[in-house]
């Protein structure tokens, strides 16, 4: 059986392939994202997440490597992860009570034979209207900083979301249901990689 290598240290994505039982190895691409590269949002989705899969399985002899970049769109704007207090009141205060376009690349690159497949996945998240208290209170609990959109479907953010139109697991970081189609295609069959 060929290895499968998340490129990636995110811990949610961690969590979504635990969460299929699937067998994997988490090695961290050094990839570096540039998010001002001018390409509309799904190419963006698919650049950056190649970027990743490809870093990693240029270090690799063998292995299934998966790259994955997520990030929200809202009036055009792609909103990253905030990093700062500052910058998530402002995301927060900008989608309260929007709707947003969830983006999520994912790129599977077969370090052995140098097979890709690169796909993309779109969901639309509807944001209620967020009070100023609200804002300042989550903001303090420090869980929007690392979150792309400044909100973490699958933490307390999730009190904010009204209603998801797609793929749930894309919103937290990683379209399950495109991964697996996807592995499929690269001749991988998830139900033999359990743990």
């Known amino acids: 059986m060929k290895e499968i290598i998340l490129a990636s240290t ?3 994505r961690h969590d979504l392939l635990n ?3 699937l067998k994997f190895k988490i090695v961290p691409s050094n990839y570096e994202e540039d998010m001002t590269l001018k390409l509309p949002p799904h190419k963006l989705a698919m650049f950056l997440a190649k970027g990743k899969a490809s870093d990693v399985a240029e270090r690799r002899k063998s292995g299934i490597v998966i790259g994955v970049d997520t990030f929200v769109v809202f009036n055009k704007e792609v909103i990253g992860k905030p990093h700062n207090k500052v910058k998530a009141k402002e995301t927060l205060k900008k989608i309260s009570g929007k709707t947003l376009k969830v ?3 994912v790129a599977i690159i077969d370090a052995k ?4 497949i690169v ?3 779109i969901s639309k998240v509807k944001i209620r209207k967020i ?9 303090d609990t420090e869980e929007p900083l690392d979150k792309a959109g400044a909100f973490g479907m699958q933490g307390l953010g999730a009190i904010f979301v ?3 139109d797609g793929c749930y697991s894309n919103v937290v970081g990683l379209p399950l249901h495109n991964l697996e189609k996807n592995l499929a295609k690269m001749g991988i069959d998830v139900f033999s990689y359990q743990e």
């Open 113 to 116: 034979t140098k097979k890709e």
């Open 19 to 21: 969460q299929i039982g």
């Open 103 to 105: 983006y999520s690349g």
């Open 162 to 164: 009204a209603k998801v």
């Open 119 to 121: 796909d993309y996945e």
């Open 10 to 12: 995110s811990p949610r």
């Open 131 to 139: 009070t100023t208290l609200e804002i300042k209170k989550y903001i």
